[in-house]
């Protein structure tokens, strides 16, 4: 059986997408691994099924490379308003979106009928340790330190619907981030396993940033982890709570604000292509 596929992608962050709101994907698990092989297949940081919801606008899920199912993304939710607008046909600017983080409002703006960026409200940055989930720090980890590998690191740690690590240094481009980046990854001190996002201030409310994304290894971009990075920036000194920082990453850059303990982000999202996939021959 074939279905069709929308390959998209957020600041250099791509998924492929597929409409569910009237056939679901047997084993999505299986077929984002397969589909994500850059070399024999589509390729991709994963799928993301664009579904029905009862309670909002339309409804997301995602799986990573490695087949897990995620709870958010903040470059992925941004392609699926882009979906519901022109691919369903849902021509509201001010759209909901059902995630396993709770339901997000998307602000689009649009020109000419097309969607050219989304600001997502990504709700409360979570900084309680236990609901990270982290085994670091008491009532916060900020700037706590983390021994990987015989070094001591200075982490902040935050949830955005999922865990995050922000790490602040020097430029982030001189790390060897396929050798550090899976020592975070699966460190004990992260139950759940956790995204690493290694980040350099570069002046007030502007910091430049590479991410190792649990599940999908280094991606070119991370809304998530944008947001963690200006929420570490603030808590750690380098950014001003209420302000837009910019966050550079290897796609692109991402505007965040950080104000009352809320987040919200900025960004673009588009089509790179579209085909059909051969589905349900999944195998172990």
Known sequence: MKRKFWKMHGIGNDYIYFDCTKEDLPDPARLAVRLSDRHFSVGGDGIILVCGSEIADGKMRMFNADGSE??????????????????????????????LSGVKELRLKTENGKVVSVTVGMGRAVLTPSEI????????????????????????????????????????????????????????????????????PLAPNELRMRVFERGSGETWACGTGACAAAVAAVLGGYSEEGAEVTVHLRGGDLKI????????????????????????????
């Open 257 to 284: 604000v950080y104000a009352g303990g809320e987040v919200s982000m900025t960004g673009p999202a588009e089509f790179a292509f579209t085909g059909e996939a051969e589905i349900g021959e999944e195998k172990d």
């Open 70 to 99: 995620g709870k958010m993304c903040g470059n992925g939710i941004r392609c699926v308003g882009k979906f519901l607008y022109e691919v369903l046909g849902i021509r509201k600017e001010v759209l909901t979106v059902e995630t």
């Open 133 to 200: 989930p982290v085994l670091l720090g008491k009532d916060r980890a900020v700037g706590v330190p983390l021994e990987v590998e015989g070094k001591t690191y200075r982490v902040t740690c935050v949830s955005m619907g999922n865990p995050h690590c922000v790490v602040f240094g020097g430029d982030p481009y001189e790390l060897d981030l396929e050798k550090i980046g899976p020592l975070f990854e699966r460190h004990p001190a992260f139950p759940e396993r956790v995204n690493t996002e290694f980040v350099q």
